[in-house]
């Protein structure tokens, strides 16, 4: 029995949506990738996904790595979607939902006969287990712990009825129930240790997890009987894959010589600099920008001399970051012209702030009594001016970075370590600046990165300023007046350096003809609910 594709909802509308770009590019044709000749559920299918690195942790509302994320879409599912074209927010996993005039509180009604992949079925009880662990969970679930921020728990009225319940208002939480950060697991998974989730979790996602051996490969099934998908995907039913297997493939070499050898059918990360090179008719490429916090040096104020707005300043002045976008090799990005990405609802251009002023920048040091040492590196009191970002990936990106504060007399120390070691220094606070960005489709990214009370901050900024218009906009409903809200907090941490960009992000994976179906979610996550292996 397939459920209709046409659902009602009483929902209101999303906040500061505006179209968010999709591209798709399908070797020569110019256009998307589009399914034909589709097969049924009952035909085997599968197919070979290479990964850049280990996922570390398959829990998505514990891991914020797109790796992981890419495993963890296709276990779990949420309660709403968000069209990545229009921004407009449907039904998923609930069928409608409801918010107060305070954003104090969101009633959702499940939709009927969903089930968990263990058999368990999927209730409110189920529900509100999910949104109590995830805030159990603490720094471990940061993500997700930000779109909950306020919670003050969850009303379970019936199996299928249940209101979410904040103590303050709660804008983006509507927007934070279509992200896998809050995707829902069984109630077995959400009861286990942290670290055993991170290796098996339990979803009614399309596919379940068939074995995951760390750094060699994933392995999903296809989910028997799944019919509940989103009215965004492209058929009903079961998934058209009957198994995807991810080795872990580091090197990307291997990667793309492994497309072009057909011994993997698709490959996450297609290097920029390959790009032009999948884009024959033999090749499908998927591109999308992420939304939120471009690829960034994200501040720690209280380290040395960045916490003088001075030297921040004028390392926003000294990055070209259109000649980084060249170096980067990125045919389908471009530079950041704000704190937030192009791609994000919200967005303010910014780009006569972060303009490339190496003159400027010089200027701002030596007005701030630094002066020009034998070496090229500007000096105070005798200490060189040496900043270092600590970072575990985009290293081309920060090298570039290196290169051109260099020229401004700027000593840019890298710090390349595992993903594991980057969120360790992010709990310590032990960095001055972070090389990283956030993805989230919300300007509240902001707020996520650079909240006194934000669990997940990795700035770390004293400026009661900001910290009200950051509390503000995540409680104003109206949509121009929270609009104005967010123009002014890009304005103030784009001018006072707490977020410096150095490259929008494009999501850029490739997969050999025939390999149909491929898509994106909002936040630039892929769904393989519609792949198919389909003849010409």
């Known amino acids: 029995m397939t459920t209709p594709r046409t659902r009602g909802a009483r929902r209101i509308a999303a906040p500061l949506i505006?179209?968010?770009?999709?591209?798709?590019?399908?070797?020569?044709?110019?256009?998307a990738a589009e399914t034909s000749a589709t097969p049924g559920a009952d035909v085997a299918q599968d197919i070979v996904f290479a990964l850049k690195e280990d996922p570390t942790c398959i829990d998505p509302q514990q891991s914020s790595v797109t790796?992981?994320?890419?495993?963890?879409?296709?276990?779990?599912?949420?309660?709403?979607?968000?069209?990545?074209?229009?921004?407009?927010?449907?039904?998923?996993?609930?069928?409608?939902?409801?918010?107060?005039?305070?954003?104090?509180?969101?009633?959702?009604?499940?939709?009927?006969?969903?089930?968990?992949s263990d058999g368990t079925p999927l209730t409110s009880d189920a529900v509100a287990a999910n949104f109590d662990a995830i805030v159990a969970l603490g720094a471990s679930a940061s993500l997700a712990n930000g779109y909950l921020a306020g919670y003050a728990g969850t009303d379970v009225t019936s199996d299928t009825e249940f209101t979410v319940n904040f103590s303050t208002p709660n804008v983006q939480f509507q927007q934070g129930a279509t992200t896998i950060s809050l995707g829902i697991l069984s109630p077995e998974t959400v009861a286990a240790p942290a670290e055993t989730r991170c290796a098996s979790v339990a979803g009614t996602g399309p596919f379940v997890l068939d074995s995951y051996v760390p750094n060699d490969s994933v392995k999903v099934v296809r989910r028997d009987g799944y019919d509940w998908a989103s009215q965004l995907r492209q058929h009903e039913g079961e998934a058209y894959l009957s198994s995807v297997t991810f080795p872990i493939i580091s090197e990307p070499s291997v990667r793309t010589g492994g497309l072009e050898s057909g011994e993997y059918d698709v490959i996450q990360d297609v290097p920029y600099v390959d790009e032009s090179r999948f884009s024959t008719g033999d090749y499908n490429l998927y591109a999308k920008a992420n939304p939120g916090v471009p690829n960034s040096l994200v501040i720690n104020t209280t380290r040395g001399p960045l916490g003088d707005e001075?030297?921040?300043?004028?390392?926003?002045?000294?990055?070209?970051?259109?000649?980084?976008?060249?170096?980067?090799?990125?045919?389908?990005?471009?530079?950041?012209?704000?704190?937030?990405?192009?791609?994000?609802?919200?967005?303010?251009?910014?780009?006569?702030?972060?303009?490339?002023?190496?003159?400027?920048?010089?200027?701002?040091?030596?007005?701030?009594?630094?002066?020009?040492?034998?070496?090229?590196?500007?000096?105070?009191?005798?200490?060189?001016?040496?900043?270092?970002?600590?970072?575990?990936?985009?290293?081309?990106?920060?090298?570039?970075?290196?290169?051109?504060?260099?020229?401004?007399?700027?000593?840019?120390?890298?710090?390349m370590v595992s993903s594991g070691d980057f969120f360790g220094a992010i709990a310590s606070g032990d960095y001055d600046m972070l090389g990283a960005a956030l993805t989230r489709t919300?300007?509240?990214?902001?707020?996520?990165l650079l909240s006194t009370a934000s669990k997940s901050r990795w700035g770390i900024v004293d400026d009661a300023e900001l910290e009200t218009l950051l509390q503000e906009q995540s409680q104003t409903a109206d949509t121009a007046?929270?609009?104005?809200?967010?123009?002014?907090?890009?304005?103030?941490?784009?001018?006072?350096?707490?977020?410096?960009?150095?490259?929008?992000?494009?999501?850029?994976?490739?997969?050999?003809?025939?390999?149909?179906?491929?898509?994106?979610d909002s936040a630039a996550r892929l769904h393989l609910y519609d792949t198919a292996v389909v003849s010409d």
């Open 67 to 116: 790796t992981s994320l890419i495993v963890g879409r296709q276990l779990t599912d949420s309660l709403l979607d968000q069209n990545p074209d229009t921004g407009e927010i449907v039904p998923w996993l609930a069928s409608e939902w409801d918010v107060s005039d305070d954003l104090t509180s969101y009633t959702f009604t499940l939709r009927d006969g969903v089930t968990f």
């Open 310 to 415: 001075a030297v921040r300043q004028a390392i926003s002045k000294g990055l070209d970051r259109d000649q980084i976008n060249i170096i980067a090799g990125s045919i389908s990005g471009q530079a950041p012209t704000s704190v937030l990405t192009s791609s994000t609802p919200g967005y303010t251009d910014l780009g006569d702030v972060l303009a490339y002023d190496a003159d400027g920048a010089k200027a701002l040091l030596e007005d701030d009594g630094w002066t020009l040492g034998s070496n090229g590196i500007y000096e105070k009191d005798g200490q060189p001016l040496t900043v270092t970002v600590t970072a575990f990936y985009a290293q081309d990106v920060l090298e570039a970075a290196q290169i051109d504060l260099k020229k401004v007399g700027i000593d840019l120390q890298l710090k």
């Open 18 to 31: 505006a179209g968010l770009a999709v591209l798709t590019l399908a070797g020569c044709a110019g256009g």
């Open 481 to 520: 007046a929270r609009q104005e809200l967010v123009d002014e907090i890009q304005q103030i941490v784009a001018e006072r350096a707490y977020v410096i960009p150095t490259l929008e992000t494009v999501q850029l994976h490739g997969s050999r003809a025939g390999v149909e179906g491929i898509t994106f």
């Open 442 to 448: 919300d300007p509240d990214a902001l707020r996520t």
